[in-house]
């Protein structure tokens, strides 16, 4: 039922809480306050029966809830906060899944750059290898016209 219809209804209040028993939940107002637990006191249909009702209601809540429909209510809220623990966790799974994701990165970077480094040593070391093998070549093809320089002058000499 809307609030408008039980206005006239719950100007008075009953035992707020001292009146609830300790088995019964609280129950949280549209803008999460504990709502007290009143009862009709006027002659009517819904006399003596129990309600929640904001301390604001009318003037800025609005909220309002048959006692016996407040289960439904309880069992909602309670829904919503698994709901809200379940999205919590998630999303702090999802953080550190995040962070790890950041840490792999960095740690991809680190030996991509290694393997660079390495690439230009490796380069390196080639040139210099080649290098000395282009210099033992020459070393080698000195010696050798050296030692046959020498021997093919003496042989033309001789031949002419």
Known sequence: MAMSNHSEHSTGSGGSGSS???NERQVLCYHDEVVPLR?????????????????YWP??????????????IHDLQYKCFEKD???????MNNNMLEE???RQKEIISKQEDQIQELAIENTEMREGLLS????RTLT?????????????????????
């Open 20 to 22: 609830r028993s300790k």
């Open 39 to 55: 009862v009709v006191r006027f002659n009517g249909p819904t006399a003596g029966k129990r309600f929640y009702g904001c301390s």
């Open 59 to 72: 003037k800025t809540c609005g909220f309002f809830k048959w006692a016996d429909e407040v289960n439904e």
């Open 85 to 91: 623990t379940e999205i919590a966790d998630i999303e």
């Open 100 to 102: 790890k994701v950041k």
């Open 132 to 135: 000395a093998k282009c210099d």
């Open 140 to 160: 080698l093809a000195s010696v050798v016209s050296w030692v046959f320089l020498p021997l093919f002058f003496c042989l033309f000499r001789v031949v002419m």
